[in-house]
């Protein structure tokens, strides 16, 4: 099946540190979406992209979708404790009527301040 | 803003049990989801489901488990004769033309 490798497993910042973390697949998808999910809570959409080569921004985030639809990554920048969480892409296939979101491993972020 | 609603937050179950839970993703969604995340890994897909039916499932979605959508606003996973395995956090999602939205999640605990 279609697998997700999504790096770094985690990462430990200073406050202000500016932060990259990225997936690859060997599949392709039609969106690649990013998520936060905060511990006992459901993880919650950053930022979508939507065509190969987006680049797109949510405030300090910012997100692209790869060339050959097979990756994206996710800066943060100016980091400050509430970004700590896990951070997950996932991919996003449409096939017929069916749809399904394949979800890496996750980064955990950790921020001092 | 619109937000697709769990219930109950947290269940506890005997081994062997029969448990419902329940989801009510947004309004205008047409798509509704079913995911597992077993503590510390990733969040795993289930079953998709799309005008009445699944409309595509998961090798972790066998027999033990269905959905339904009992009426037009709830969309429910049922998980029979559960297992020491089956605990996890179950998060409901729904979709309209482009992003997934996730619900809460119910913490399903198997003792």
């Known amino acids: 099946g279609q697998q997700l490798n999504q790096s770094p497993q985690s990462m430990f910042i200073q406050e202000g540190e500016d932060v990259s973390m990225n997936c690859t697949s060997s599949?392709?998808?039609?969106?690649w979406l990013w998520y936060k999910q905060e511990p006992g809570e459901g993880p919650v959409l950053l930022i979508a992209?939507?065509?190969?080569?987006e680049l797109t921004s949510n405030g300090r985030l910012t997100a692209q979708f790869g060339i050959t639809r097979k990756d994206s990554f996710l800066n943060i920048s100016a980091s400050i404790p509430s970004d700590v969480g896990i951070y997950f892409c996932?991919?996003?296939?449409?096939?017929?009527?069916?749809?399904?979101?394949?979800f890496g491993k996750g980064t955990k972020l950790t921020v001092n301040p | 803003e619109p937000e697709v609603t769990q219930t109950p937050s947290h269940q506890v179950t005997q081994m062997g049990q029969e448990v419902i839970l329940r989801c009510v993703p947004i309004?205008?969604?047409?798509?509704f989801y079913w995911y597992r995340q077993i503590l510390g890994q990733k969040v795993e897909f289930l079953v998709s489901?799309?005008?009445?039916?699944?409309?595509?499932k998961s090798e972790i979605f066998d027999d033990q488990f269905s959905v339904e959508r009992p009426d037009g606003s709830n969309f429910t996973l049922k998980i029979r004769s559960t297992k020491l395995e089956d605990s996890a956090m179950y998060f409901c999602?729904?979709?309209?033309?482009?992003?997934?939205?996730f619900g809460p999640g119910t913490r399903l605990t198997v003792t």
């Open positions: 996932a991919g996003r296939l449409t096939q017929g009527g069916s749809e399904k979101l394949v």
């Open positions: 309004s205008n969604h047409l798509y």
């Open positions: 599949s392709i998808f039609n969106t």
């Open positions: 489901f799309y005008n009445n039916e699944i409309s595509e």
């Open positions: 999602a729904s979709s309209g033309p482009r992003e997934q939205y």
């Open positions: 992209l939507y065509k190969a080569g």
